[in-house]
């Protein structure tokens, strides 16, 4: 395993567990005892964790893993996700992308369309995030329209005002956000409120709302509501999701799909 692939690894169980005890993670990782602590030093001189005696705990109370670090966990999942959720973009419409692991997926899926492939404009997306706009900015048949604003580090989206102004004079076709968490009684939400604050006004300058979401994150709620449940047209998600957790979506009037 490479110190990259370790380091991706180690931070996913730090922030599932909230603790790490160097032989716990030597064991999970199959590396030694001492190859742990050298990581464990590195991640904390980057502030990405905390040292404690015998191991590590997350950095701060609330912990949000930067996208930078984010394994491809479930990353088939996710990949299903986004060829199922580009398969509802119409050639030629605006599609707006929020930022996160799944809707960067949801872009790559749409860059490989064959449909896509040439167009005056093929597809037009506006985005905040900063990735998603670099990965697309070489097809030339996009129109690639990024928001002003400041750059989060934690998930590459520009946020705050500049934003706003960019958002507040486009209209949408769709808009497709990444979400922590979807509940039917709490809404879409994010870590971040100012995050939030940008996907919640994709949503309102698009005609209808996809919802990209593995099955993870169903039921779950996060500190910033992005927009109620009945704002969502569509939620996309895997086929781990039970009939339970998807019935009170299906009888607050959204369509599934499974992926």
Known sequence: MSRDARWKALLELLVERGRLDVEEAAAE???????????FDRLAEQQMLVRTRGG???????????LRYKTARRASEKQRIAQAVAALVAPGEAVGLTGGTT?????????????????????????????IANELAVRPQFKI???????????????????DGVLGQVTLDVAVLG????????????????????????????????????????GR???ARICAADAVDTLVTDGAAGPDALRPFEEAGIRVVLA
């Open 103 to 131: 809707t960067t997926e949801v872009a790559r899926a749409l860059a490989v369309r064959p449909d896509l492939a040439s167009g005056a404009p093929a597809l037009t997306v506006v985005t905040n995030a900063l990735n």
């Open 179 to 218: 979400v922590v968490g979807f509940d039917v009684a709490h809404g879409a939400a994010a870590h971040d409120e100012a995050e939030a604050a940008i996907n919640r006004l994709l949503c309102e300058r698009a005609e209808r709302v996809v919802v990209a979401a593995d099955s993870s994150k169903l």
């Open 56 to 66: 590590a705990v997350v950095h701060g109370v609330s912990y949000e893993l930067p």
């Open 145 to 163: 329209v990024v928001t002003g604003g400041v750059a989060r580090a934690q998930s590459y989206e520009l946020i705050g005002p500049l934003a």
């Open 29 to 39: 990782l199959e590396v030694s005892a001492a190859t742990i602590r050298r990581d």
């Open 221 to 223: 709620r996060a500190f």
